[in-house]
């Protein structure tokens, strides 16, 4: 009885040793295009002839890449979870157009949208969003895996649930510090992101 009580011990031992190896802390720092709702970001219409009223237009839209942060807890060989925060901006140059005659009391003023305009400022707007997915590992080798991704996230200048789905990621480098390639579609990016991350 007391080899047997000694057996289950000691597998009891090496199992919790085994789940603890398992278990694995990292940061991740990646970047790549914006999210799902980025478009939303910029004027909508109703705002567009709002400007165009004093005889503003917008001219030029810019496509920032979003910077990520990202804690994973992989618990198992095969399982990780990754709860990220994206910031990011949203930047667009708005010009003026000459003015043709002021309004008055009856009237608006006229603008000449056909002329030459000038450039009259540039807005810049931070945004940002925050996601949670689990990973599942189909491949492991010793200096690289494969996985695949689901979950959800928040949007902060839209806060409609969106999904983040990722059929397929990768993690190369088996030191403290690896490469990580992902295609996705989330609140954070959309098309894929890639960077490092750091064993802790």
């Known amino acids: 009885m007391k080899r047997i009580l000694t057996i289950i011990c000691a597998m009891t031992i090496a199992a919790s040793i085994s789940s603890a190896q398992e278990k694995e802390h990292s940061l991740e720092i990646?970047?790549?295009?914006?999210?799902?709702?980025?478009?939303?970001?910029?004027?909508?219409?109703?705002?567009?002839?709002e400007i165009s009223d004093i005889g503003q237009s917008i001219s030029k839209e810019y496509y920032q890449a979003g910077i990520?942060?990202?804690?994973i807890y992989s618990w198992r060989k095969r399982w990780e979870l990754s709860t990220m925060?994206?910031?990011?901006?949203?930047?667009?140059?708005?010009?003026?157009?000459?003015?043709?005659?002021?309004?008055?009391?009856t009237h608006s003023a006229q603008y000449?949208?056909?002329?030459?305009?000038?450039?009259?400022?540039?807005?810049t707007s931070v945004f940002g969003s925050i996601s949670c997915a689990f990973r599942y590992k189909w491949v492991v080798r010793e200096s690289f895996s494969m996985y695949s991704a689901l979950g959800a996230g928040l949007s902060i200048g839209f806060p409609v649930p969106m999904p983040y789905i990722a059929?397929?990621?990768?993690?190369?480098?088996?030191?403290?510090?690896?490469?990580i390639v992902e295609a996705n579609v989330s609140p954070a990016t959309t098309f894929g992101m890639a960077g490092i991350g750091i064993r802790l």
């Not at 990520?68 to 804690?71: C, T």
């Open 68 to 71: 990520n942060v990202g804690y």
């Open 167 to 179: 059929p397929i990621g990768i993690k190369f480098g088996k030191g403290k510090v690896y490469g």
């Open 30 to 49: 990646t970047h790549g295009y914006p999210g799902l709702l980025f478009e939303l970001e910029f004027p909508w219409s109703n705002s567009r002839a």
């Open 112 to 123: 000449d949208f056909s002329a030459q305009a000038t450039f009259d400022h540039r807005n």
């Open 85 to 105: 925060v994206n910031v990011h901006l949203t930047m667009y140059d708005v010009v003026q157009y000459p003015m043709i005659s002021p309004g008055d009391e």
